[in-house]
């Protein structure tokens, strides 16, 4: 426990600290390989992600126009 009153003396001169340290209860150590772990499972999710993206909406299913789908233009100069 490195908490309480620190002296450092140097040719008559007196320097003090006071240090106050808590230490953590609840903290998890983690190690190079669970940091590398958690990186490759994070690319394999956003690779996995992607090509999910991609099935859903890269693909043309055949959609004919509708007549929904047109607009007659506006023949309007202001418009233009």
Do not use: W
């Amino acid at each position: 426990d490195p908490q309480g009153l620190y002296v450092c003396q140097t040719e008559g001169q007196r320097k003090s600290l006071q240090v106050h340290y808590r230490m953590c209860q609840n903290c998890i150590e983690v190690d190079a390989p669970t940091i590398s772990g958690i990186v490759v499972a994070d690319v394999v999710a956003t690779l996995f992600l992607a090509v999910a993206v991609y099935c859903v909406t890269g693909h043309d299913r055949g959609h004919t126009s509708r007549a929904s789908d047109r607009q007659n233009l506006i023949a309007n100069e202001l418009y233009q």
